[in-house]
């Protein structure tokens, strides 16, 4: 209080207040309260998010930036729906919109790192409509009987090239499963579905979690840190991961993601049941748009696919790699939304405690939307 009395003072003397007629520092204090708080709300209608058109909860990885090149491209908007995309960085509290503009974010490595149910309790709170989680999210909430409704597929690795491996640090020699016993193995930050695979990794060499040092939940920098610095001796890592820590020598792969049926894992177009019920043609509208996209992707040569538009970290323009038998995830036509990929990891949740039951899925999806667009023609 005594700062902000010199700092009101000073104010006074700045403003002429100190000259004639006499103004007490409280009526200064209340001027200063009154300008900062329209600073903050200026502030704030720049920087928070809007109400204004269906706001979905997102985040900017290989599984769901189709989505974010449909929202640079106007997609939603030629459609006649307003979309705004939200997110927040890794360990930050607050959502902000996504830009449009790449160069705004294509250097922030820990850009748009939300879980997947963190978006989804956005969704389920009833702040946003709609939400982009990955399979093991989207199964951890509706087990929970939340109002969620997944009406379209987003991308997810392919069998012939997944965009998945476990790595091994540089120096470190596997020729047997006797090779990876007592390792420190780790696994992202994300919902179940990457320590799961981590799992089914071991049992498949014949090595359980109890053979190995697991770290589950780890934060997507500490994870690159860690397998620099010999806190991990191996990981299972995501192929923007992957490429570049092989360019700086830090790690090699040692086997490619196709120990289960890579395509389990994949991302959802999410929405809460009552909006999906209020606003069908608000969703249908979204649906449309993106699978307009897909279409539109996939019609592009593959020469131009393959080619990144924009640098940095985030390769969020870039639609399809080739990278030691890597590829980046990708998309379906028509993008149905697979009861049967979701009971399998569903299966998989309860098989390692994740989850204590098993819930019917099949109230919690709705391809309606793309089996009528798909039927249409676009």
Known sequence: MPMLKTFARKIQYVLGLNTGARVGTGVVLLLLLALAITALFAFTGLNSPKSDGVRI???HGGRTMLLYRALIDDAFEKEGVSVQLLTRGLRETEYDIVPKDYEAIKNDKLFGKARGTELLQEVADGRFEGATPGESSFIEYVTKGLPLVAVAELGH???????????????????????????????????????????????????????????????????????????????????????????????YVHQKF??????LSHALLVFHKDFVKDHPDAVEKIVRAYMKRIKYEQGLPREERLKNPGEGFQKGLQMEEDYQGMNLPQYDMPPTVSLELLSEMQDLMI????????????????????????????
Do not use: C
Request: overall charge negative; hydrophobic content about 35%; aromatic content about 12%.
């Open 157 to 251: 690795d392919t069998k012939d090239k997944p965009g998945h491996a476990i790595v091994f640090a540089t120096g470190i020699e596997i020729n047997s499963p006797e090779d990876v016993r007592g390792l420190t193995i780790a696994s992202r930050r994300a919902g179940a579905g990457d320590a799961i695979f981590t799992k089914e990794y071991l049992r498949s060499i014949g090595l359980s979690e109890k053979d190995v040092n697991l770290v589950e939940q780890v934060d997507e920098d500490e994870l690159n840190k860690g397998i620099v610095n010999g806190t991990f001796d191996g990981a299972f890592f995501h192929l923007m991961s992957i490429e570049s820590n092989i360019e700086r020598g830090a790690i």
């Open 258 to 263: 196709t120990w289960v049926n890579p395509e």
């Open 57 to 59: 909860a997102y985040f």
């Open 351 to 378: 098989k390692y405690g994740y989850i204590d039951t098993k819930t019917d899925l099949a109230p919690y999806i709705d391809n309606s939307f793309v089996e009528k667009i798909y039927k249409e023609g676009f």
